[in-house]
Nanobody, 125 residues
């Protein structure tokens, strides 16, 4: 039922910034924990950031702490990932995902119920 569509990816230089958006369909968006994950070629999908349904709790991977910010606008059914001070190692396909419970932070990909198609982020050095 839930459809997620990421946008905002592209090619940026190291040290630059990029903001990803994930638009969700349906009325269940406001009840879901939303997460961002990324996957580089030949590597496993890894957790990046998550936010609970109310936005009261957020969690970040150590590798992006202090550089990335996750936020949500439930009125617009959209979750964002602001990425600053980008590094070459941030290059990956970025996916947004929804976890239906919505009350806790979830960092394991298998716990999420819905996934977007992904958007490519490439950081040149």
């Amino acid at each position: 039922q839930v459809q997620l569509v990421e946008s905002g990816g592209g090619l940026v230089q190291a040290g630059g910034s990029l903001r990803l958006s994930c638009a969700a369909s349906g009325r269940t968006f406001s009840s879901s924990t939303m997460g961002w994950f990324r996957q580089a070629p030949g590597k496993e999908r890894e957790f990046v950031a998550a936010i609970t349904r109310s936005g009261a709790k957020t969690r970040y991977a150590d590798s992006v702490q202090g550089r990335f910010t996750i936020s949500r606008d439930n009125a617009k059914n959209t979750v964002y990932l602001q990425m600053n001070s980008l590094k070459a190692e941030d290059t990956a396909i970025y996916y947004c995902a929804a976890e239906s419970n919505g009350i806790i932070i979830v960092t394991t990909p298998g716990r999420y119920d819905y996934w977007g198609q992904g958007t490519q982020v490439t950081v040149s050095s």
